[in-house]
């Protein structure tokens, strides 16, 4: 969310209208860092599940809690940076 934001700004900012996959690519990495994190983090997660003998559902609800909510919020912010970024307003083109 942090690259595909920052690159937003900078774009709206400079009046820079970025093309379908500049706009669309940082959103792109924003999910493959994601999904890297998320990798990651399993391995330890599985170790406390078997430590903690969790039931399913109480496995279920900490990865949706802790991984999907919190993973569609970011590619839901991204994807609105990346719209906006690449908005054009014919409106005020035309005064």
Same mark, same amino acid.
């Given at each position: &969310?942090?690259?595909?934001?920052? %690159? =937003?700004?900078?774009?709206?900012?400079?009046?820079?209208?970025?093309?379908?996959? =500049?706009?669309?690519?940082?959103? =792109?990495? @924003?999910? =493959?860092? %994601?999904?890297?994190?998320?990798?990651?983090?399993?391995?330890?997660?599985?170790? %406390?599940? $078997?430590? %903690? #003998? &969790?039931?399913?559902?109480?496995?279920? /609800?900490?990865?949706?809690?802790?991984?999907?909510?919190? &993973?569609?919020?970011?590619?839901?912010?991204?994807?609105?940076? $990346? /719209?906006?970024?690449?908005?054009? @307003?014919? #409106? /005020? #083109?035309?005064?």
């Amino acid at each position: &969310m942090l690259v595909s934001r920052t %690159l =937003a700004k900078r774009r709206i900012a400079a009046g820079i209208r970025p093309g379908w996959l =500049a706009a669309w690519g940082p959103v =792109a990495l @924003d999910a =493959a860092c %994601l999904v890297a994190v998320f990798v990651l983090a399993f391995g330890p997660f599985r170790g %406390l599940i $078997a430590a %903690l #003998e &969790m039931p399913r559902g109480a496995v279920i /609800a900490a990865l949706v809690a802790l991984g999907f909510i919190p &993973m569609q919020g970011v590619l839901i912010v991204s994807s609105l940076w $990346a /719209a906006r970024s690449r908005w054009h @307003d014919r #409106e /005020a #083109e035309h005064g």
